[in-house]
Nanobody, 114 residues
Framework: QVQLVESGGGLVQPGGSLRLSCVAS????????MGWYRQAPGKQRELVAT???????RYADSVKGRFTISRDNAKNTVNLQMNSLKPEDAAVYYC????????WGQGTQVTVSS
């Protein structure tokens, strides 16, 4: 069983930045594919970004050039740096870990509003 704990959400003005972090309890964190997903009210959960054990990244078209996913295997952490935030980025952001099984965090709220 892997537990994921997200942090870093909050309220930010359009154009602002936030950095989300997710700490995993996984024994061998480096083996996991890590990802960030988001779900806005009334919408399906969608992929934001993923990073493989080898560091290969993938982004949703809507966040390319604005968001950066990174991982620190020594700290069992995956981060999501979000810049130039837009109102449409507002959602609950979830951390996901995948290796043989899939685990989700509890989510952290991101609100983008002036």
């Amino acid at each position: 069983q892997v537990q994921l704990v997200e942090s870093g959400g909050g309220l930010v003005q359009p154009g602002g930045s936030l950095r989300l972090s997710c700490v995993a309890s996984a024994r061998i964190f480096s083996l996991y594919v890590m990802g960030w997903y988001r779900q806005a009210p009334g919408k399906q959960r969608e992929l934001v970004a993923t990073i493989t054990s080898g560091g290969t990244t993938r982004y949703a078209d809507s966040v390319k050039g604005r968001f950066t996913i990174s991982r620190d295997n020594a700290k069992n952490t995956v981060n999501l740096q979000m810049n130039s935030l837009k109102p449409e980025d507002a959602a609950v952001y979830y951390c996901k870990a995948s290796y043989l099984d899939t685990y989700w965090g509890q989510g952290t709220q991101v609100t983008v509003s002036s």
